[in-house]
């Protein structure tokens, strides 16, 4: 099937470029807040850059954009429910209410996490109805465990290809 112009065609086509699961969080004036993310990537070795698309609507893009900061937090498969929570539309205050994190330059990071790293914000750039955030990276580290993936529009788990 090929068709030019058919957003559930594109959305099928690049839900077969399987990805982990992220989920990003800030902390502004306002509070805390945090989105589910896998529109997201490394940009730069030098200055270490990540970026990580934001749909306009999302409610934690003003409060990246009034921190200057947020962390990436890599999911761990056993974090699924985390990735439903921050998915959602809980009020923002509620969704790291429950959730066991530490503040790092400012910004919760989830415990648990397979890797998290906290960026300053360095760009904000207008994609269409998303907004992309480009981020120097401050801090990082790794924790243990295997990934969440996404893929096809589900959540998925790494199995290793038998030889
Ligand atoms: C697996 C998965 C990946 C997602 N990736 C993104 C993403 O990269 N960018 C985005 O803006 N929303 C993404 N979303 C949707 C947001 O998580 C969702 O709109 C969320 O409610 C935003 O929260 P907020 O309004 O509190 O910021 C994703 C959702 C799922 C389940």
Redesign the pocket.
Known sequence: MTSAIDPELFREVFGRFGTG?AVITSSGPGGP????????CSLSLDPLLAL????N?????PIVRAAERFAVNVLASDQEHL?GV????LP?GE?LGGVDHRLVEGVPVIDGALAWATCDLRELIAGGD?TIAIGEVVTMGLGGGEPLL?YGGEYRQLERRRR
Request: a positive charge; glycine letters at 8%.
């Open positions: 699961v807040g945090g989105m589910t993310a896998n529109a997201l990580v698309c934001f749909e609507r999302a409610r934690t893009l990735a921050f998915a959602s539309k923002e969704k998303h996404w």
